[in-house]
Protein backbone atom coordinates (compact mmCIF):
# COMPACT_ATOMS: atom_id res chain seq x y z
CA UNK A 1 0.00 0.00 0.00
CA UNK A 2 2.63 2.53 0.98
CA UNK A 3 4.48 1.36 -2.18
CA UNK A 4 1.43 2.38 -4.41
CA UNK A 5 0.95 6.03 -2.30
CA UNK A 6 4.81 6.37 -3.36
CA UNK A 7 4.05 5.59 -7.22
CA UNK A 8 1.11 7.62 -6.72
CA UNK A 9 2.82 11.15 -5.28
CA UNK A 10 5.98 10.32 -8.01
CA UNK A 11 3.16 10.23 -11.12
CA UNK A 12 1.94 13.63 -9.51
CA UNK A 13 5.44 15.05 -8.69
CA UNK A 14 6.37 14.27 -12.78
CA UNK A 15 3.06 15.68 -13.87
CA UNK A 16 3.24 18.35 -12.17
CA UNK A 17 6.97 19.20 -13.24
CA UNK A 18 6.28 18.41 -17.14
CA UNK A 19 2.86 21.11 -16.83
CA UNK A 20 4.92 23.77 -15.06
CA UNK A 21 7.69 23.23 -17.15
CA UNK A 22 5.87 22.92 -20.26
CA UNK A 23 4.83 26.74 -20.04
CA UNK A 24 8.22 28.31 -19.89
CA UNK A 25 8.75 28.34 -23.34
CA UNK A 26 5.64 29.59 -24.42
CA UNK A 27 5.15 33.53 -25.04
CA UNK A 28 2.73 34.39 -22.36
CA UNK A 29 5.89 33.30 -19.67
CA UNK A 30 7.78 35.45 -21.65
CA UNK A 31 5.66 38.36 -21.28
CA UNK A 32 5.01 37.28 -17.67
CA UNK A 33 6.55 39.18 -15.23
CA UNK A 34 5.65 37.48 -11.79
CA UNK A 35 6.89 33.55 -12.46
CA UNK A 36 8.10 31.12 -10.48
CA UNK A 37 12.36 29.74 -10.74
CA UNK A 38 13.03 26.04 -11.71
CA UNK A 39 13.83 25.27 -8.04
CA UNK A 40 10.33 26.80 -6.82
CA UNK A 41 8.52 25.12 -9.67
CA UNK A 42 10.36 21.48 -8.06
CA UNK A 43 10.09 22.18 -4.31
CA UNK A 44 6.46 22.85 -5.54
CA UNK A 45 6.09 19.56 -7.04
CA UNK A 46 7.93 18.28 -4.09
CA UNK A 47 5.06 19.93 -1.65
CA UNK A 48 2.20 19.06 -3.21
CA UNK A 49 2.89 15.29 -3.92
CA UNK A 50 0.46 14.06 -1.64
CA UNK A 51 -2.55 16.50 -2.62
CA UNK A 52 -2.92 15.51 -6.47
CA UNK A 53 -5.86 17.88 -6.49
CA UNK A 54 -4.32 20.30 -5.17
CA UNK A 55 -1.55 20.17 -6.97
CA UNK A 56 -4.04 20.21 -10.21
CA UNK A 57 -5.47 23.49 -8.93
CA UNK A 58 -2.21 25.16 -8.09
CA UNK A 59 -0.99 24.77 -11.41
CA UNK A 60 -4.46 25.94 -13.13
CA UNK A 61 -4.18 28.97 -11.04
CA UNK A 62 -0.57 29.38 -12.11
CA UNK A 63 -1.39 29.45 -15.79
CA UNK A 64 -4.07 31.54 -14.97
CA UNK A 65 -1.51 33.87 -13.50
CA UNK A 66 0.64 33.68 -16.80
CA UNK A 67 -2.50 33.94 -18.74
CA UNK A 68 -3.45 37.15 -16.95
CA UNK A 69 -0.18 39.06 -17.31
CA UNK A 70 0.06 38.54 -20.84
CA UNK A 71 -3.58 39.67 -21.09
CA UNK A 72 -2.56 42.70 -19.51
CA UNK A 73 0.63 43.30 -21.22
CA UNK A 74 -1.73 43.07 -24.77
CA UNK A 75 -4.51 45.27 -23.11
CA UNK A 76 -1.53 47.98 -22.96
CA UNK A 77 -0.17 47.29 -26.04
CA UNK A 78 -3.82 48.10 -27.46
CA UNK A 79 -4.53 50.87 -25.20
CA UNK A 80 -1.08 52.70 -26.11
CA UNK A 81 -1.54 52.49 -29.86
CA UNK A 82 -5.36 53.64 -29.57
CA UNK A 83 -4.22 56.84 -27.16
CA UNK A 84 -2.00 57.91 -29.52
CA UNK A 85 -3.87 57.67 -32.22
CA UNK A 86 -6.42 59.71 -30.33
CA UNK A 87 -4.11 62.16 -29.21
CA UNK A 88 -2.75 62.90 -33.41
CA UNK A 89 -6.23 62.76 -34.35
CA UNK A 90 -7.26 65.11 -32.04
CA UNK A 91 -4.45 67.29 -32.52
CA UNK A 92 -5.61 67.35 -36.21
CA UNK A 93 -9.01 67.72 -35.73
CA UNK A 94 -8.59 70.98 -33.88
CA UNK A 95 -6.35 72.52 -36.19
CA UNK A 96 -9.25 72.06 -38.63
CA UNK A 97 -12.17 73.11 -36.47
CA UNK A 98 -9.58 76.21 -36.60
CA UNK A 99 -9.10 76.38 -39.73
CA UNK A 100 -12.94 76.02 -40.80
CA UNK A 101 -13.97 78.09 -43.61
CA UNK A 102 -10.71 80.19 -43.44
CA UNK A 103 -10.21 80.58 -47.01
CA UNK A 104 -13.44 81.42 -47.45
CA UNK A 105 -13.67 83.69 -44.83
CA UNK A 106 -10.03 85.22 -46.59
CA UNK A 107 -12.10 85.87 -49.66
CA UNK A 108 -15.00 87.29 -48.83
CA UNK A 109 -12.87 90.33 -46.17
CA UNK A 110 -10.78 90.65 -49.30
CA UNK A 111 -13.73 90.80 -51.54
CA UNK A 112 -14.95 93.55 -48.65
CA UNK A 113 -11.68 95.35 -48.68
CA UNK A 114 -11.14 95.23 -52.79
CA UNK A 115 -15.21 96.55 -53.16
CA UNK A 116 -14.59 99.80 -50.97
CA UNK A 117 -11.44 100.60 -52.37
CA UNK A 118 -12.55 100.74 -55.60
CA UNK A 119 -15.93 102.72 -54.59
CA UNK A 120 -13.90 105.10 -52.66
CA UNK A 121 -12.55 107.74 -55.86
CA UNK A 122 -17.18 107.76 -55.85
CA UNK A 123 -17.48 108.67 -52.64
CA UNK A 124 -15.09 111.37 -52.45
CA UNK A 125 -16.96 112.80 -55.21
CA UNK A 126 -20.54 112.52 -53.75
CA UNK A 127 -19.11 114.33 -50.65
CA UNK A 128 -17.13 116.73 -53.05
CA UNK A 129 -20.47 117.84 -54.92
CA UNK A 130 -22.47 117.25 -51.85
CA UNK A 131 -19.93 120.35 -49.89
CA UNK A 132 -20.13 122.15 -53.36
CA UNK A 133 -23.96 122.20 -53.65
CA UNK A 134 -23.91 123.56 -50.25
CA UNK A 135 -21.12 126.47 -51.02
CA UNK A 136 -23.26 127.41 -53.87
CA UNK A 137 -26.21 127.75 -52.31
CA UNK A 138 -24.78 130.08 -49.47
CA UNK A 139 -23.95 132.18 -52.56
CA UNK A 140 -26.98 131.70 -53.73
CA UNK A 141 -25.65 131.34 -57.11
CA UNK A 142 -29.16 129.77 -59.04
CA UNK A 143 -26.99 128.56 -62.02
CA UNK A 144 -24.26 126.65 -60.07
CA UNK A 145 -26.73 125.55 -57.65
CA UNK A 146 -28.70 123.68 -60.39
CA UNK A 147 -25.87 122.23 -62.43
CA UNK A 148 -24.70 120.95 -59.43
CA UNK A 149 -27.53 119.20 -57.75
CA UNK A 150 -28.26 117.31 -61.19
CA UNK A 151 -25.18 116.10 -60.96
CA UNK A 152 -25.45 115.02 -56.98
CA UNK A 153 -28.56 113.32 -58.02
CA UNK A 154 -27.06 111.75 -60.85
CA UNK A 155 -24.34 110.49 -58.97
CA UNK A 156 -26.82 109.27 -56.12
CA UNK A 157 -28.08 106.72 -57.85
CA UNK A 158 -24.33 105.21 -58.66
CA UNK A 159 -23.67 105.86 -54.91
CA UNK A 160 -26.82 103.86 -53.80
CA UNK A 161 -26.06 100.96 -56.11
CA UNK A 162 -22.08 101.02 -54.49
CA UNK A 163 -23.49 101.31 -51.40
CA UNK A 164 -25.47 98.25 -51.97
CA UNK A 165 -22.86 96.29 -53.08
CA UNK A 166 -20.70 96.72 -50.38
CA UNK A 167 -23.35 96.02 -47.83
CA UNK A 168 -23.71 92.22 -49.73
CA UNK A 169 -19.89 91.57 -50.08
CA UNK A 170 -20.30 92.63 -46.03
CA UNK A 171 -23.30 90.60 -45.15
CA UNK A 172 -22.07 87.56 -46.80
CA UNK A 173 -18.82 87.63 -44.95
CA UNK A 174 -20.71 88.51 -41.92
CA UNK A 175 -23.57 85.32 -42.22
CA UNK A 176 -20.27 82.83 -43.65
CA UNK A 177 -18.24 84.21 -40.04
CA UNK A 178 -20.99 83.88 -37.68
CA UNK A 179 -22.45 80.46 -39.22
CA UNK A 180 -18.56 79.31 -38.81
CA UNK A 181 -18.24 80.44 -35.43
CA UNK A 182 -21.40 78.36 -34.44
CA UNK A 183 -19.97 75.06 -35.87
CA UNK A 184 -16.77 76.02 -34.55
CA UNK A 185 -18.34 76.22 -31.08
CA UNK A 186 -20.90 72.83 -31.80
CA UNK A 187 -17.19 70.97 -32.54
CA UNK A 188 -15.31 72.57 -29.43
CA UNK A 189 -18.45 71.58 -27.17
CA UNK A 190 -18.28 67.82 -28.52
CA UNK A 191 -14.68 67.90 -28.27
CA UNK A 192 -15.02 69.09 -24.91
CA UNK A 193 -16.53 66.29 -23.53
CA UNK A 194 -13.31 64.46 -24.12
CA UNK A 195 -11.74 66.24 -20.97
CA UNK A 196 -14.52 64.47 -18.48
CA UNK A 197 -13.17 60.81 -19.84
CA UNK A 198 -9.74 61.43 -19.62
CA UNK A 199 -10.11 62.10 -15.71
CA UNK A 200 -11.97 58.92 -15.83
CA UNK A 201 -9.10 57.20 -16.91
CA UNK A 202 -6.87 58.61 -14.55
CA UNK A 203 -9.15 57.16 -11.86
CA UNK A 204 -8.89 53.81 -13.40
CA UNK A 205 -5.09 54.28 -13.92
CA UNK A 206 -5.30 55.07 -10.08
CA UNK A 207 -6.89 51.87 -9.03
CA UNK A 208 -4.76 49.80 -11.13
CA UNK A 209 -2.22 51.22 -10.05
CA UNK A 210 -2.72 50.80 -6.25
CA UNK A 211 -3.61 47.00 -7.07
CA UNK A 212 -0.53 46.54 -8.85
CA UNK A 213 1.70 47.79 -5.84
CA UNK A 214 -0.05 45.36 -3.87
CA UNK A 215 1.24 42.31 -6.07
CA UNK A 216 4.96 42.19 -4.63
CA UNK A 217 4.34 41.54 -0.91
CA UNK A 218 1.64 39.09 -1.98
CA UNK A 219 4.15 37.32 -4.23
CA UNK A 220 6.79 37.15 -1.70
CA UNK A 221 4.37 35.41 0.03
CA UNK A 222 3.94 32.88 -2.54
CA UNK A 223 7.64 32.55 -2.97
CA UNK A 224 8.23 32.03 0.31
CA UNK A 225 5.31 29.69 0.98
CA UNK A 226 7.10 27.08 -1.00
CA UNK A 227 10.27 28.00 0.20
CA UNK A 228 8.70 26.35 3.93
CA UNK A 229 6.57 23.49 1.81
CA UNK A 230 3.66 25.33 2.81
CA UNK A 231 1.13 24.03 0.05
CA UNK A 232 -1.75 25.74 1.27
CA UNK A 233 -0.47 29.17 2.03
CA UNK A 234 1.78 29.02 -1.05
CA UNK A 235 -2.06 28.58 -2.98
CA UNK A 236 -3.68 31.27 -0.93
CA UNK A 237 -1.13 33.91 -1.55
CA UNK A 238 -1.43 32.97 -5.31
CA UNK A 239 -5.31 33.18 -5.43
CA UNK A 240 -4.98 36.75 -3.73
CA UNK A 241 -2.50 37.78 -6.68
CA UNK A 242 -4.53 35.99 -9.28
CA UNK A 243 -7.40 38.06 -7.89
CA UNK A 244 -5.62 41.17 -8.01
CA UNK A 245 -4.52 40.63 -11.40
CA UNK A 246 -8.18 39.98 -12.69
CA UNK A 247 -9.02 43.39 -11.13
CA UNK A 248 -6.09 44.79 -12.80
CA UNK A 249 -7.39 43.25 -15.94
CA UNK A 250 -11.24 44.47 -15.68
CA UNK A 251 -9.72 48.15 -14.58
CA UNK A 252 -7.41 47.51 -17.88
CA UNK A 253 -10.71 47.15 -20.21
CA UNK A 254 -12.64 49.86 -18.19
CA UNK A 255 -9.94 52.31 -19.40
CA UNK A 256 -9.37 51.09 -23.03
CA UNK A 257 -13.30 51.48 -23.82
CA UNK A 258 -13.67 54.92 -22.65
CA UNK A 259 -10.34 55.59 -24.70
CA UNK A 260 -12.57 53.90 -27.13
CA UNK A 261 -15.54 56.58 -26.52
CA UNK A 262 -12.76 59.15 -27.30
CA UNK A 263 -12.09 58.20 -30.86
CA UNK A 264 -15.80 57.92 -31.70
CA UNK A 265 -16.48 61.54 -30.17
CA UNK A 266 -13.05 62.76 -32.16
CA UNK A 267 -14.36 60.48 -35.40
CA UNK A 268 -18.00 62.52 -34.61
CA UNK A 269 -16.05 66.13 -34.69
CA UNK A 270 -14.26 64.95 -37.64
CA UNK A 271 -17.29 64.25 -39.74
CA UNK A 272 -18.69 67.66 -38.91
CA UNK A 273 -15.53 69.27 -39.89
CA UNK A 274 -15.57 70.16 -43.27
CA UNK A 275 -12.83 69.68 -45.69
CA UNK A 276 -10.46 72.35 -45.65
Known amino acids: MKKSVRLNAAVVVVTLAALLMSTQGATIVEAATLQLSEAQKFALTKATASDPSRAARFNSLYNELLQLQTQIEQT ?16 TVRKQVQQINAAQLLKLASAVKQTQERYKPLFVMYTSLGNQLSVARKLKNKQLTSLLSTQLEAAKITVQLAREDIRSKQNALSTTRSKTTQLQKSIRSELSSIHTLKIHIKAE ?4 STLNKGLSPLWKNVTQ ?21 RQMESGKQKIITIERKIETIIQSAKSKTPAV
Open 76 to 91: DQSFNTLHYRNEESLT
Open 205 to 208: KSNV
Open 225 to 245: SIKINDAAAAYNALSQVTSKL
